[in-house]
Nanobody, 125 residues
Framework: VQLQASGGGLVQAGGSLRLSCAPS????????MGWFRQAPGKEREFVAS????????DYADSMEGRFTISRDNAKNTVYLQMNNLNPEDTALYYC???????????????????WGQGTQVTVSS
């Protein structure tokens, strides 16, 4: 499975961006996809996840209400809509895919099997 993330860029505080993640390869083995971010000098941080079957979602507390994760099964793409961005949202954003079928917490990066290359989001004040 390969993951291609895109949509990052430079935006002013209060602005919006939509990230996309398109998996390819043996995509039928993917159960859940997630977004994480990592700022310089900080650990990788959970942002949001979505179960591909059923569409149930999970968000980090600090991002719920501003960020929305969604999927388009026809396009085989997962999106992260980010609104009301602030400079603290500046980070490299990664999409990830999980193949585990039994329940594990989607908030840990260690449960994800495949990772994209990351897309940079920079929010200026």
């Amino acid at each position: 499975v390969q993951l291609q993330a895109s949509g990052g860029g430079l935006v002013q505080a209060g602005g919006s961006l939509r990230l996309s993640c398109a998996p390819s390869g043996r995509t039928f083995i993917i159960n859940r996809m997630g977004w994480f971010r990592q700022a310089p000098g900080k650990e990788r941080e959970f942002v949001a996840s979505i179960k591909l079957s059923g569409g149930s979602t999970d968000y980090a507390d600090s991002m719920e209400g501003r960020f929305t994760i969604s999927r388009d099964n026809a396009k085989n793409t997962v999106y992260l809509q980010m609104n009301n961005l602030n400079p603290e949202d500046t980070a490299l954003y990664y999409c990830a895919a999980m193949t585990t079928t039994y329940y594990v917490t989607p908030r840990s990066p260690h449960v994800y099997n495949y990772w994209g290359q990351g897309t940079q989001v920079t929010v200026s004040s």
